[in-house]
């Protein structure tokens, strides 16, 4: 049995945190809204810590899942950070959405305090979760990986080295970019399509059925047929991994125009209100 804390206790965080008490580890978790912390506790046999850096000691596995770079560098570095608070050895995964660069500086934080660092960020959403089926993009030190992968199993369908840290972020912002520009385009031609008069159902079942659409864009249509936008991977996020892939690119010196133009296209639909709606929501931005 390991002690493993989650800090960040959202859609993911918190489907994480009941798998790894489901598997008979003694988990600590913190959020920064207490109702959330205080239904998991009821729920499960974890225990609820008041700060991150409360929640981590003690801690062999450290885990993060927060919404963005300024969550991430709160929850590990900020005045009540976990990181000040781990071990000598422990392990720091960071399995949130973020920059390569905010990546490699808590790397380094974690280093130089004694602490293994790993990058984790995932692929697959609440029903991965559930089912302990994500797909892990990994990044550190081989050794550390290799320590940790007990721990991140228990949540992982697959699970590969990318590389060094900073590697899986930029690999992760990439796989959301790909996905997000296609749902964007496949929205936006199914409302053209919409508008030259034809039926709606059919236009979404004949591309459906189409080799072009993937299993993952024929699980968007369905949900744009039914009109089924709970957030699984809500707009506003999809357009705050946008904007990082354009300014990681922007770092390497890369152009990425289309990337931009999804962009553009999340954050119109984030500013029209529907960032709450899951991302097959863009498509009420073109549907009558």
């Known amino acids: ?14 489907r994480m945190a009941a798998n790894y008490s489901n598997a008979g580890h003694d988990v600590t978790v913190w959020n920064r809204t207490a109702a959330i912390v205080d239904a998991l506790a009821d729920a499960r ?4 810590a008041p700060s991150p850096s409360q ?10 899942m927060v919404s963005d770079d300024d969550a991430a560098v709160a ?3 900020g005045d009540d950070g976990a990181l000040a608070a781990m071990r000598h050895d422990a392990i720091a995964v ?16 974690a280093v130089a305090r004694g602490v293994r660092f ?13 089912a302990g089926s994500l797909g892990y993009l990994l990044g550190g030190d081989q050794d550390a990986i290799d320590a940790v992968m ?30 997000a520009a296609q749902v964007a385009a496949y929205a936006e031609v199914v409302g053209v399509l919409e508008r030259s008069s034809l039926d709606v159902d059919s236009v979404i079942a004949t591309l459906s059925s189409l080799p072009i659409t993937s299993p993952g864009l024929q699980r968007i249509l369905g949900l744009i047929a039914e009109r089924e936008f709970d957030p699984n991977f809500p707009i506003r996020l999809v357009a705050k991994d946008l904007g990082y892939l354009v300014d990681a690119s922007g770092d390497l010196g890369a152009a990425v125009p289309m990337v931009e133009a999804a962009r553009a296209a999340f954050e119109r639909a984030r500013d029209d209100d529907l960032g709450d709606l899951d991302i097959a ?6 549907l009558g």
């Not at 049995?1 to 993911?12: E, K």
């Not at 046999?45 to 609820?48: E, L, N, P, R």
């Not at 929501?281 to 073109?286: D, K, L, V």
């Open 94 to 109: 960071e399995s949130s959405t973020l920059t390569p660069a905010t990546v490699r500086r808590l790397a380094a934080a």
């Open 75 to 77: 929850v590990w570095l």
């Open 45 to 48: 046999a974890v225990t609820s």
């Open 150 to 179: 007990p721990v991140i199993e228990i949540n992982a369908g697959s699970a590969i080295r990318v590389g060094e840290c900073g590697d899986a972020a930029i690999m992760k912002l990439a796989v959301n970019g790909l996905f």
């Open 55 to 64: 929640a981590a000691v003690g801690a062999d596995v450290v885990v993060s």
């Open 281 to 286: 929501g863009i498509a009420s931005s073109y």
């Open 1 to 14: 049995m390991s002690r493993i804390t989650v800090l960040g206790l959202g859609a993911m965080g918190s």
């Open 118 to 130: 790993v990058e984790a960020p995932v692929v697959g959403s609440r029903p991965q979760a559930d």
